[in-house]
């Protein structure tokens, strides 16, 4: 069974990582708010100054996050584990939890896997989404914390926590239909 990404099922997370300066709107997803939607904006100081925000970032009991990281630029699993450390107060159910690397085309990914990633020309995680079941799983924080911690490249770590996350959803024994 698939979950939709927001309607009814808590609310949607999007990260959005700076990685071009400044941040344009047009790298915001426009769906980012919709509903009850989160906002995690991450990247250096500045990179988000001069966009039209609809409230501002790290306003207490707000809908948009802000992260800034120094020094070195965070992968998309680091900021994952970062996002889901900080998140894991929210109330549950979360929707989906999905990523966004700023400078990359908009990822079509495949909404049917519990973990899905896209990797850039370069070799680096450009986007990713959990679905919502994923994304309210209650090994992901350990999971997330866990891999960050291994020195292995982005894309195993999306390896292995697709894994376990699908593998922890799936039926049980012999006779789980």
């Not at 309607?7 to 708010?33: K, Q």
């Not at 995690?40 to 609809?54: I, R, S, T, Y």
């Not at 800034?68 to 965070?74: A, K, S």
């Not at 450390?85 to 896997?113: C, I, K, Q, S, V």
């Amino acid at each position: 069974m698939r979950d939709d990404d927001s309607r009814g099922n808590g609310r949607m997370i999007t990260i959005v990582h700076a990685a071009d300066l400044p941040c344009r709107p047009e790298d915001l997803p426009r769906d980012a708010l919709a509903e009850a939607g989160m906002l995690v904006l991450a990247g250096p100081g500045g990179a988000f100054d001069g966009l039209d925000l609809p409230e501002p970032p790290g306003r207490v009991g707000g809908r948009i996050i802000r992260l800034q990281h120094i020094l070195p630029e965070p992968s998309a699993f680091a900021l994952l584990a970062d996002a889901v450390r900080l998140l894991r107060h929210l109330p549950a159910p979360w929707g989906a939890l999905r990523y966004r690397r700023t400078g990359t085309p908009p990822a079509a990914l495949d909404e049917g896997r519990e973990v899905a990633w896209q990797i850039g020309d370069n070799g680096e995680i450009t986007a990713f989404r959990l679905s919502p079941g994923a994304a309210d799983d209650p090994l992901l924080p350990v999971l997330t914390r866990e891999l960050a911690g291994r020195p292995l490249s982005d894309s195993r770590r999306f390896d292995f926590l697709a894994a376990a996350l699908t593998a922890a959803s799936a039926p049980a024994g012999p006779d789980a239909a």
